[in-house]
């Protein structure tokens, strides 16, 4: 079967054109939606890391305490 070949007129061109134009457009705008996302993200790391940061010094005190209050218990054991 002999393939039949379509010829390019300048409609066809224009067309082509305007539909390339319309996806570089498209992926503008998405480039500049996954930046925002990206900049949200970070911004949500670091919140977490600064609320990982707090429950670590968090545990840290909380330890602290019932060590010295250990020390403490001990201490007057042996006292009395």
Do not use: C, H, Y
Request: hydrophobic share 45%; proline share 1%; glycine share 10%.
């Amino acid at each position: 079967m002999p393939m039949m070949l379509e010829r390019w007129n300048d409609d066809k061109m224009d067309a082509l054109d305007a539909k390339v134009d319309g996806l570089s457009s498209l992926m503008r705008e998405q480039r500049g939606e996954m930046r925002e996302q990206r900049g949200e993200m970070r911004e949500q790391r670091a919140e977490f890391s600064a609320l990982q940061r707090t429950m670590v010094m968090a545990t840290v005190g909380i330890l602290g305490t019932f060590v010295t209050g250990f020390g403490i218990l001990v201490g007057l054991i042996v006292a009395v």
